[in-house]
């Protein structure tokens, strides 16, 4: 531990009080000053917590909760029987019901936006359609192996929880045997995609980018259409298997998008919402996708094909003349931004509404990110007109938003 964090705390017990939830998926609890963020607890309850990182001069310390005093309302005993204090990684809160944990991301959602972008947001989490108790739901795991068997990490640590069964993955993910069978040597871990066709990949790790297969995924947007696209089984892909659907419909319902628009579709992926895109701007529009991985390009191309009026270019957005790309377009009227956890950032928001679209659609998986993205949306004139939130990750403290801006005023 560095010095700076002084006499190191990990395995000290304290008494505390838990109060509210924090981004993360633990809760906020204060010992002798110094703030403990608690895994395993719920807001309002009393507890013993067992410190497991920080020190004495540590700005924050963290912890588990090793003993319930007085139990919150909301309490259950997990389903999972790896998870919980020192069990597998993967959730934050299966003590509680799929209901109160969408409560506890939206007071997070409200709570980044109120604090980094200043805005009052009064929504509420939405289950995503099809999801049973979230439970059952996840499509692509990527299990390690140690010791011969294949596990989970557990919270913050390269360390591996073996199972035999994950609660929140489909069932077919177990169904291949995988986790009860001895790991080859050699083999580091197996990533498990299952596509919406019930194809079940499993690749063995390491591997080179090309040799992993494709799996389909079919997207079936209401009022919409379906459509198909090939993904790598280790590419991005939403994980819940209403995600995808849900996310486009929010996007394209706030956008509005007419035939003959210009769209621009940042970080695009294999290209879903550049297909849904082109669809609603028909042959007379445009549509831009904009992606910085080789394969996921390469396979969004033939998942465009057809589509005359869409194209997928390689581009580092944020880097070097990415915003060159944008000339292939004589104007923006639309724009989806998708980025990854860690958000657009500054420069690239401001480049983006420097182009004056007429309706820009933000999906975010991290809604720091997305607070400080809108807040730097705000600075170039546009604001957010509607915002939605999704329970795409149930069990764990992820959340997915979905919001719309236009010019302020
Ligand atoms: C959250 S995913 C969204 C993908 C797609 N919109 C979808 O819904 O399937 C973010 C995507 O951004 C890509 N990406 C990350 N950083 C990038 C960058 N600087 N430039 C271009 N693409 C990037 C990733 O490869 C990934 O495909």
Not at 123 to 141: A, H, I, K, S, Y
Not at 294 to 321: H, K, P, W, Y
């Amino acid at each position: 531990m560095p010095a700076a964090q002084g006499v190191s705390l990990v395995g000290e017990r304290f008494t505390v009080e838990v109060g509210p939830v924090a981004h993360g998926g633990h809760c906020v609890a204060r010992h002798d000053g110094q703030v403990i963020f608690v895994r395993h607890a719920l807001p309002g309850e009393r507890v013993v917590v067992a410190i497991t990182g920080g020190g004495a001069k540590s700005r924050f310390l963290r912890g588990d909760v090793v003993e319930i005093l007085q139990s919150a309302p909301e309490r259950r005993t997990a389903p999972c029987r790896f998870a919980g204090p020192g069990g597998c990684g993967g959730c934050d809160w299966q003590h509680t019901s799929a209901a109160y944990g969408r409560e506890l991301k939206r007071r997070v959602v409200a709570e980044q936006l109120r604090r980094l972008a200043g805005i009052e947001w009064p929504g509420d989490v939405e289950p995503v359609p099809g999801d049973v108790e979230g439970l059952r739901w996840r499509t692509r795991v990527e299990f390690a192996a140690a010791r011969g068997s294949l596990g989970l990490r557990k919270h913050h640590s390269h360390e591996v929880v073996p199972v035999d069964d994950c609660l929140i993955a489909v069932p077919d993910i177990a169904a291949t045997g995988l986790l009860t069978e001895p790991v080859p040597r050699g083999v580091t871990g197996v990533d498990v995609a299952v596509g919406s066709d019930g194809e079940v990949v499993a690749v063995d790790l390491p591997v080179a980018d090309d040799e992993v297969p494709d799996v389909v995924e079919r997207v079936t947007v209401p009022g919409r259409g379906a459509r198909d696209f090939a993904v790598s089984a280790r590419g991005f892909w939403q994980v819940h298997p209403g995600a995808a659907a849900a996310f486009v419909a929010a996007a394209l319902d706030g956008l509005e998008p007419s035939p003959g628009e210009r769209a621009l579709d940042l970080y695009a992926g294999v290209g879903v919402f550049t297909a849904f895109l082109a669809d609603a701007v028909g042959p007379a529009g445009r549509v831009l996708g904009l992606e910085g991985d080789e394969r996921a390009v390469r396979d969004g191309r033939l998942n465009l094909a057809g589509l005359g009026q869409a194209s997928l270019r390689r581009s580092g957005i944020g880097r070097d003349d990415w915003s060159d790309a944008l000339g292939e377009l004589d104007r923006v009227d639309l724009v989806v931004l998708d980025p990854p956890r860690s958000g657009a950032g500054r420069d690239v928001v401001a480049t983006v509404f420097a182009h004056e679209p007429r309706r820009a659609a933000y999906i975010a998986c991290d809604p720091a990110a997305l607070a400080r993205d809108l807040s730097y949306a705000a600075d170039a004139g546009y604001e957010v007109r509607s915002l939605r939130a999704f329970d795409a990750f149930p069990m764990t403290h992820h959340v997915e938003c979905v919001a719309i801006l236009a010019k302020t005023g």
